[in-house]
């Protein structure tokens, strides 16, 4: 009778190896990791090259720094801003319905809050970062999901959000 390969003991039942562990560790997949060269346990269908996130981490820094992904990567963000759904549009593909209203008392309906901001800043006191920190507090509050809620900024009020 031949040993188990994997410790070198006496087969049992299993004709493979000695025990239910040995027969386990026998039919894994190991592989070798591309930068450290550690062994590592990951499903054949599995694209894991690495062993470990600081292997992962350096791996990507290598293929950054060789430009593998240059050209695909410098195209996707020649295509960004002219997309309908990731462009600086109203159909972006997050943007939201939100009904608004000015210090003034005068509403607003807008589709896309963050280009309605950009596109009349001169209508709001601060900055258009501190516009929509404002009107996102506001609408956690409405969530209920602040402790303190903002029920305005600067004057301005939140009357409605959908994510239609």
Not at 107 to 121: A, Q, T
């Amino acid at each position: 009778m031949s040993p188990c390969p994997v410790c070198g003991g006496p087969l049992g039942r299993n004709k493979n190896a000695c025990s239910h562990a040995c027969n386990s560790i026998l039919r894994s997949n190991v592989k070798s990791c591309i930068i450290c060269g550690e062994s590592f346990q990951a499903p054949p269908s599995s694209e894991k090259v690495t062993c470990s996130p600081s292997c992962s981490t350096e791996n990507r820094r290598q293929i950054a720094a060789a430009g593998i992904n240059t050209p695909a990567i410098q195209k996707a963000h020649e295509q960004l801003p002219h997309s309908p759904l990731t462009g600086q549009f109203e159909t972006h593909m997050h943007a939201k319905t939100w009904v608004i209203q000015s210090p003034t008392g005068e509403v607003y309906r807008c589709r896309n809050l963050k280009l309605w901001l950009r596109e009349n800043e001169d209508l709001l006191d601060g900055t258009v970062k501190q516009a929509w920190d404002g009107f996102a507090k506001m609408k956690a509050s409405q969530l209920g999901r602040r402790k303190r809620p903002l029920n305005q900024w600067k004057g301005w009020r939140l009357l409605e959000f959908s994510d239609e």
